[in-house]
């Protein structure tokens, strides 16, 4: 890995810095690889999890990938210009400027739950800036991982873009690369490690981690509507999404409606859950006994479980809504990464937003209300790496907007013109003017430094 590193830093070196033809070519040959292979990428995915849909596939990667290259190779020759303004009024006719400058070799380190679209989603973004680029995939994606290190060698020269593939410990020395930027997806746990190791070589990071994401049914909300996204947001990878709803807050006259309007959601959606070929398989036993003994644990304390299908001996693990749960469950203490739905009933939506202010800041926010008053509450007075109103998940895939977490969510942002400055370096430049007044500042002081002085002051 360090060889491939040496590599990449001498053609990033010794290449003139890429312009912008070179980033769109680069950017045309991303899509190309997925644009070109995605029957062979959804097969292999699905090989990985045992069952995914190629629909499924096409829906949350193949499009939210291909969009995004859309989006950088229509704006990248807008982003690469120098921002030029004045200088401060005592300096002019001096001018300054932003001059974006790739930082050099970006490591980006890939999750299992949507191995494509999180490589291709900050691999582009690193492109766009002119960089070169290093890819750890998850072990946890074995068949996925070769295809990829395939296609990225087919499609780009190895001092361009290469990817890595190996176990924990390939992953714990690739993270401690001394790379110009480290971007990693995962979990907060396993972010603190990335961050740890990235500081012995000052490398500056991304953590795009999780927590807890919650829903949040307004007094009024339209409920049926509500159920309809919660559950579309639940449900697709069987809720192994960083940004899926967590848990649902709601008020506490409304459980039992909404109990009823998901078991019909579901049973519209992902009819027959252990032969259903559209509902994703839990992605390995580990995370199939994990999420079945958060459950079993869950009922044994106490709580209700209502389970909306069933699993006969697949990793098609059903989905459950859990009722009368306690704050020192697992599953309301962990993010869950499953298809398990807790549900916290709340009198005034004040309640609601104290219950999301006691706990650490999610990645992903969600509202369901069309009160005015409810949503700028909820709004101005909750944190969280991003919102959507009325829907699930859809923010992600605004290229318009930065994606990222605050807190214990993760730090740092991309996609898009976001994505583009995290990779640059935007050098500061102050351009002095030929016929200038600063020699009026110059030693020695005397009566007219002291009077120029009294002015620039205020006095």
Not at 210 to 232: L, N, Q, T, Y
Request: hydrophobic residues 45%; charged residues 20%.
């Amino acid at each position: 890995m360090q060889k491939i590193l040496d590599t990449m830093r001498a053609a990033q070196r010794n290449e003139p810095p890429a312009d912008g033809a070179t980033r769109r070519d680069r950017l045309d040959r991303l899509a190309s690889l997925v644009r070109d292979n995605r029957d062979a990428i959804a097969t292999a995915i699905s090989a990985d999890f045992g069952q995914r849909s190629s629909e499924e596939t096409a829906l949350l990667e193949v499009f939210p990938s291909l969009g995004g290259i859309k989006h950088a190779r229509k704006h990248v020759r807008r982003w690469m210009r120098v921002r030029r303004h004045w200088a401060e009024f005592w300096f002019l006719p001096a001018r300054v400027a932003l001059q974006p400058q790739a930082l050099g070799v970006i490591g980006i380190i890939v999750p299992w739950n949507y191995p494509l679209y999180l490589a291709i989603g900050p691999i582009t973004d690193a492109l766009a800036a002119g960089n070169r680029v290093m890819v750890k995939m998850s072990e946890l994606t074995p068949v996925f991982s070769a295809l990829f290190a395939d296609l990225v060698a087919r499609y780009f020269r190895a001092d361009e873009v290469a990817v890595v593939n190996g176990d924990a410990e390939v992953a714990a020395a690739f993270s401690a690369l001394p790379f110009d930027h480290l971007l990693f997806t995962g979990s907060t746990a396993v972010g603190r490690h990335v961050m740890r190791a990235a500081s012995a070589n000052l490398t500056p990071v991304t953590l795009e981690l999780g927590g807890k994401s919650p829903a949040i049914i307004g007094p009024g909300a339209r409920m049926d509507h509500a159920v309809e996204r919660i559950v579309f947001g639940k449900l697709v990878n069987a809720g192994q999404t960083c940004i899926a709803p967590d848990y649902v807050l709601l008020p506490r006259n409304q459980v039992d409606d909404f109990i009823t309007l998901v078991t019909r959601r579901v049973e519209t959606f992902y009819p027959s859950i252990a032969e259903n070929t559209q509902y994703t398989s839990i992605v390995n036993d580990r995370h199939f006994d994990r999420l079945s003994a958060w459950r079993d644990e869950a009922v044994a304390a106490g709580a209700k479980a209502h389970m909306l299908g069933s699993e006969q001996g697949t990793r098609r693990l059903a989905p459950t809504l859990l009722t009368n749960v306690t704050g020192d469950m697992t599953v309301m203490q962990e993010e869950i990464f499953g298809p398990l739905l807790p549900i916290v009933p709340y009198d005034r939506i004040e309640d609601a937003i104290d219950f999301v202010n006691d706990r650490p800041h999610p990645l992903s926010l969600y509202l369901f209300a069309d009160d005015s008053r409810v949503i700028e509450d909820v709004l101005t007075r909750t944190r969280a790496g991003g919102v959507t109103i009325n829907d699930t998940l859809f923010h992600i895939a605004q290229h318009n907007l930065p994606f990222g977490g605050v807190g214990p969510s993760g730090m740092g942002a991309y996609h898009g013109k976001a994505g583009f400055d995290t990779f640059s370096r935007l050098k500061p430049i102050l351009r002095q003017a030929r016929f200038n007044g600063v020699g009026l500042l110059n030693p020695p002081y005397g009566a007219r430094f002291r009077r120029m002085l009294s002015v620039m002051l205020g006095r």
